[in-house]
Structures are given as structure tokens and as C-alpha cells.
């Protein structure tokens, strides 16, 4: 028996973070688009989860990342004031480590790049601010970006979502793309069910990119996330408010990255992916087990930077990330094609950009001039012409 056909102008597949972004922005333009989810909306098997995120302006990572951020912050707030929930939470981010750290000098080099306002502290104005911060050696600094926080990821994908679909967006949850297939005038999505025939296709399917789109030099890597208790006494100097979103180089050339507790969470904190816990892994067969050796490394330097906070993890949950060579997103289409746009390449600093991801994305897919200079994340950067 031959497949249903259904016609839409563009397929959105794959709606975590990039993805439901992008459907939304498309929904808004009055665009017919459908999206495609392999699971349910919100889920917790890719890399969209885990109940929070830090949400960072000042991005060392690159300086043309701060103009994402802060479309994303925008929207976000737009979006949360038309349905009531609190997408972004503003505490802002304390970047710590030596002068020449990047998360000094990098957030510096960003911030003045970008023209984003921060304030330095030195590392006595650290510790009185921040008494979590009373392990600080005396030449480090601080850099606070004040637009910083963090963000909600299962929260904000619903939200993406419902909102497109308020404005005419058709999902299918729970359901497997097959291939996705473009001709001479258009591009064929193909699900066990059904086949979805539209102009064009978005494929944002994150650690599983590489499936639909075999040419990019993706590397998927499995990536726990950990939350942490204050120990007794020090419960005040671990929440939120007092121990806000933060980055920080250890003296050793450690990275690590986290916040404090709220409302039903502990203390979040992580080490960056690249350590040996952070093996390469297949979407498909991701260990979703989560063992002892995970949090050896983390716990480690937990007890090195933060006393106050016990250094036995109270709660896990694996993750995905999806490297690219430089770390920097994919965004555009691979072969200059005007059938087939690519989202992905999070590199385990996405989320925060998904909404200006999104943004961007739809301006790619309409014809729009895109609101910044996007040719470090073309994906044609990767692919041999």
C-alpha cells in the first residue's frame, strides 16, 4: 500500500531546541509549515532537557554569538509575557578564573566586541559578593554579565510550540523520519506513515543530524548532567540568588560551569565537554545508564572550587552534545541548495540561542536579510564544493 501524501510549504523535522524555534519564527511569518517530532514534544532523550540551562550574553565561545543571544532574550521575553511563564531567568552570569582565562578574558574580549555592558570584580569583591566563591586565588577576577541567567529547556520547547501551533503550525509527534529526499521541485519527508511533499526542509534533529545529513563532520558525545546539595550550613550561600549562573577556570586548566538551587532543583553544575567522560556515542545506542565513573572528574574539582557543596552528586540524568570541528553551530543549507536548510552543531552551547536559531532560520527559509552576519555557522564552511 503506497503512503498518504500530504503538502505543506515547509517541513520543520526534528523539535527540540533549534527545531521548535525554527517552527514557531516560520508560524509566525504566516508560513505553512508542519513539523515532525520522533518523540513527544519536551522530551528527555535528546539534549533538550534537564530542566534548566545557563543562558549567557557575553559568549566567549565566539563574538558574533552575543547578537543570537539576545534575539533569543527578546523573543523569550515577548513570549513570556503573551503566555505568562518565565522563559528566562535574569540572575546574571559571574565568569571567574585568572586574567588570562577565558572566562575572563573571553566574556571581556566578547562583551567589548559586542558592546554588552559587564562590570569586573576582583577577587576579594568576589568573595564578599558571592560567599560561595570563598576558594578564590587572590589575582583571579570576576566578570559579571548582568542580561545573564538561565533558561528552562522543556518549559521553552513547549513553548515554542504551542505557540506555533496557535499560529498554524501542524505537528506530528511520534513520529520517525525515514529519508528526506529533495526533486525538481521540492523535497519529499518520508515517515513510516505517511509522506510529507513541501518547497522546503528544515533538518534539526540534533545528536541524530548526522543520519538525514551524512556529509557534516558531526561528532554526537554523551554528556551527564549532575545536581549537587549545599552542605549543611552553607544551604544560603548555594542558592540562586546568592550563587548565580557562573563559569569558572580552576588553576589546574579545569572548566566548570553551573548555578544554584531553586525552586525544585539543586545546585546545577558541569565540567565542559571535553574531558574523558565525554566519549563519542551514536544517538541510537546512547548509554542512558548513568555510573560512578560519570561524576569522578566533576566531583573532584566540586570539592576543589566549592567546600560548601557536597561533592557526591544527588541527581543525574545523561545528555547529548553534537560537536562540530570548530564548535560553532550549522546553520544554512550544505550545498548552497535551496531545498534543504540544516540546525544543528549545538556543541553544548545552544540552548541559549535557540530562539534567535529559530529566528535566523526562518529569515533563511523566506528570503529575508538575516538580522547578523551569519557565515561562522554556514555549514558550507565543512562541505568540499
Known sequence: MTAPQFQTDVVV??????????????????????????????????????????????????????PLALKSLALWTELGERTGEVLVRQTGCLNTGAPTSAPVAGTLAAAEAAGVPVKTLNAEEVRQTYPGYAWLDDDDLGVLDPWAGICYPERNVRAHVAEARRLGAEVFE????????????????????????????VVATGAWLGTLVPELPLDPRRMPMFFFRARPGHEQD????????????????????????????????????????????????????????????????????????????????????????????VIGRPHGAERVLVAGGDSAHGFKHAAGVGELVAQLVVGEEPFLDAGFVDPRRFVTP
Open 13 to 66: 523535522v526534528g523539535l527540540g531546541a533549534f527545531g521548535s524555534a525554527a517552527l514557531w519564527r516560520l508560524a509566525a511569518r504566516g508560513v505553512r509549515v508542519t513539523g515532525v517530532e520522533r518523540f513527544g514534544v519536551g522530551h528527555a532523550l535528546g539534549s533538550s532537557h534537564g530542566a534548566t540551562r545557563l543562558f549567557r550574553v557575553a559568549c566567549y565561545e565566539h563574538p558574533s554569538l552575543a
Open 174 to 201: 511520534h513520529t520517525t523520519v525515514t529519508a528526506v529526499e529533495t526533486t525538481d521541485d521540492g523535497v519529499l519527508v518520508r515517515t513510516p506513515t505517511a509522506t510529507i511533499a513541501a518547497q522546503q526542509v
Open 238 to 329: 548555594y542558592t540562586l540568588d546568592a550563587f548565580p549562573a557562573f563559569t569558572r577556570a580552576l588553576p589546574d586548566g579545569t572548566e566548570v560551569w553551573g548555578h544554584g538551587s531553586a525552586d525544585d532543583y539543586g545546585i546545577k553544575l558541569g565540567l565542559l565537554p571535553n574531558g574523558d567522560n565525554f566519549a563519542p556515542t551514536q544517538a541510537e545506542t546512547l548509554d542512558r545508564f548513568v555510573h560512578a565513573s560519570d561524576s569522578a572528574e566533576l566531583s573532584a574539582a566540586v570539592a576543589r572550587a566549592f567546600p560548601g557543596v557536597d561533592p557526591t552528586p544527588e541527581k543525574a540524568t545523561p545528555c547529548m552534545v553534537n560537536n562540530t570541528p570548530d564548535e560553532q553551530f
